[in-house]
C-alpha cells in the first residue's frame, strides 16, 4: 500500500547516499532567462506571495513534496542521469522559475530544455533515516530557486531507494504518482536497454496561459463570478473554518502536525458506502462533504455549511500526462436542517458538487480582484480555508506498480493554518488522513472531528443512512 505522512515519518533504509542537483553551469543559464509573457497560475502566484511574505519564518515556509520508491537491482549511475534529464526536460513546469518585480507582479522566466543538466554527487554512507531526511530539505531550494527539485538514490544490499523532492510550486497528487512511472519508466529503458514508450504530455505553461486567458475574460458581472460571490455571500461573507477550535496564534507561524488512521480495513465497507452515497444520487466526494456538513451542525449548531473540495482542472488529452499544479478549489454549499439525514445531505451535496465543477476555471484568486466593496466579502490575504479530498488510489496511474515497489508520497513540516484532509481508498482499506495546525488545542479537536467523521462513515456503510445526533442548529 502507497504511504503518505510528513516527511519527519519517512524512514529510508539507510546506505550510500547520491544526489542529482542542477549544475552550476545550468543554474547561470536559467539565471539569465528573460521575463516570460505568459504569468504564473493564479494558484502559484499566490503561493509565492505567500513564501515571499514568510521568508523571515525561519524554517521552510512552502511545501516540499517527496515521492520514494525502490528497486531491486544494482544501481546504475549513469543511467539514472539521463532518466532524470529527460524528465526535467520531458515536463516544461521544471523550466520556469519566478521573480517579485519592483511593482509588485509575479514574473515567469523561461529557460530551454537544452539547458538543463544535472550534478552527481556521492555523499557517503547514511546510517540512519533522519539523517537521510535532513539532507533532502537541505539540498533541495524554495520556490524562488529554478531549481527547486533534488532528487538522489540510496543504495542498499540488493538494491536501491530512488527518492524525487520538489517543490509544491510545480507538482501536485496527480503528478506525484506520473513522476513515479516516469522515472521508472526512464531509468529501466536506460538501465536494461528497454524501449518502453511514454505518453505524450502537455504544456503547464500553456495550461497558466489558459487560465488567465478565462480569467481576463470575466469582469465582476460574469454570472460565474456572481455565483462564487453568491456562495461566499450566504456564509455570511466569510470563507469556512474548521468547525473545532485550533488554539494558534494568528500572529504567528505554526508549524504542521498529521494524523492518519483507518477508516475502513476491507473494501467491502468502503464499497456499501460508495453504494450508499450513488443510491441517493451522489458519488464518494459528495458522500463526504454531506458528512462534513452533518459534522460541522452538530459540532457547531449552524445548519450553514461551506465545503470546499479541489478539482483537477487538467484538460482531455495529452495534459492527464504532465507534471504541474493543476487544481482548483470549488465550493460546496450544503444546508442541514433538523430533519436532515446523510441520504438528503449527500443529494443536496451531489447536486452543489455538480453546480461547483462549473467554477473549475474560475479561480477564486481571480473572483477577489473583481469584489465590489458593497459585495460585503470578508476575505483578507492569504487566506486559508479547511479542505476535504477524495482519492481512489486504486485508481491512479502506475498503481499496482507503486504498491510492488514500496511507493511513498511524503511533504514537509511547513506552515499549517487550517486543516486539511484527505481520504484515500487502497485495495484493502480506506485511510484518512489530516493536516493541521501543531498545537494541543488542535491535535485534540482533530481527533474529536476524527472520531465523529468515521462513526457516520461507519454508520453509513453498515447501515445505509445517518441520523443527527442531538442537533442545535442556530441558523
Known amino acids: 500500500m502507497v504511504s503518505f505522512g510528513l516527511i519527519d515519518e519517512w524512514n529510508p533504509r539507510p546506505g550510500q547516499l547520491t544526489s542529482w542537483v542542477a549544475s552550476p553551469s545550468s543554474i547561470a543559464e536559467s539565471a539569465r532567462a528573460a521575463s516570460h509573457p505568459v504569468p504564473p497560475s493564479h494558484q502559484q502566484e499566490e503561493y509565492l506571495r505567500a513564501a515571499d511574505r514568510n521568508r523571515s519564518a525561519g524554517f521552510r515556509f512552502s511545501r516540499l513534496c517527496l515521492i520514494a520508491f525502490d528497486i531491486n537491482a544494482q544501481l546504475e549511475p549513469a543511467a539514472l542521469t ?8 520531458r515536463h516544461d ?4 522559475w519566478f521573480s517579485v518585480e519592483a511593482d509588485g507582479s509575479v514574473a515567469r522566466h523561461v529557460t530551454e530544455p537544452e539547458t538543463i543538466e544535472l550534478l552527481c554527487n556521492d555523499h557517503g554512507d547514511f546510517t540512519t533515516p533522519a539523517r537521510i531526511r535532513e539532507h533532502v530539505q537541505h539540498e533541495t531550494p524554495g520556490p ?32 506525484q504518482a506520473m513522476t513515479c512511472v516516469d522515472l521508472m519508466t526512464l531509468y529501466m529503458n536506460a538501465a536494461f536497454g528497454m524501449d518502453t514508450a511514454l505518453a505524450p504530455v502537455g504544456s503547464y505553461v500553456d495550461y497558466c496561459d489558459r487560465e488567465r486567458s478565462i480569467s481576463r475574460e470575466l469582469s465582476r458581472d460574469s454570472p460565474r463570478v456572481q455565483r462564487w460571490i ?10 469556512p473554518h474548521f468547525p473545532l477550535p485550533l488554539g494558534k496564534d494568528a500572529d504567528t507561524h505554526t508549524r504542521s502536525a498529521h494524523l492518519t488512521t483507518k477508516v475502513f480495513d476491507d473494501d467491502a465497507a468502503a464499497q456499501r458506502f460508495e453504494d450508499a452515497c450513488r443510491a441517493n444520487g451522489g458519488n464518494v466526494t459528495a458522500g463526504l462533504m454531506a458528512i462534513a456538513a452533518l459534522a460541522y451542525a452538530e459540532f457547531t449548531g449552524e445548519s450553514g455549511y461551506l465545503g470546499m473540495t479541489p478539482k483537477s482542472t487538467r484538460q482531455a488529452g495529452s495534459e492527464l500526462n504532465s507534471v504541474g499544479w493543476f487544481t482548483s478549489l470549488i465550493p460546496v454549499p450544503v444546508t442541514i436542517d433538523p430533519d436532515s439525514t446523510f441520504s438528503s ?26 469584489v465590489r466593496p458593497e459585495d460585503g466579502i470578508d476575505v483578507q490575504p492569504g487566506w486559508s480555508v479547511p ?9 491512479l496511474p502506475g498503481v499496482k506498480m507503486f504498491d510492488a515497489i514500496n511507493g511513498c508520497l511524503y511533504g514537509n513540516r511547513g506552515s499549517s493554518e487550517e486543516v486539511f484532509m484527505w481520504i484515500n481508498r487502497f485495495q484493502e482499506e480506506t485511510s484518512m488522513t489530516f493536516l493541521y495546525p501543531d498545537t494541543e488545542i488542535a491535535r485534540e479537536s482533530v481527533h474529536d472531528y476524527t472520531d465523529k467523521f468515521i462513526e457516520i462513515m461507519e454508520t453509513v456503510a453498515n447501515q445505509g443512512d445517518y441520523d443527527q445526533v442531538a442537533p442545535a442548529l442556530t441558523r
Open 82 to 89: 539521463t532518466a532524470l534529464t529527460t524528465f526535467l526536460r
Open 93 to 96: 513546469t521544471f523550466r520556469s
Open 144 to 175: 524562488f530557486a529554478w531549481d527547486c527539485f533534488s532528487f538522489g538514490a540510496i543504495e542498499w544490499d540488493g538494491g536501491f531507494t530512488i527518492y524525487c523532492a520538489v517543490d509544491h510550486l510545480n507538482t501536485d497528487g496527480m503528478s
Open 230 to 239: 453568491d456562495v461566499v455571500s450566504d456564509h455570511g461573507g466569510r470563507l
Open 345 to 370: 445531505a449527500v443529494a443536496q451535496a451531489a447536486r452543489s458538487y455538480d453546480a461547483g465543477k462549473d467554477l473549475t476555471d474560475v479561480s477564486f484568486h481571480r473572483v477577489l480582484e473583481l
Open 387 to 395: 479542505m476535504i479530498s477524495y482519492i481512489d488510489v486504486r485508481k
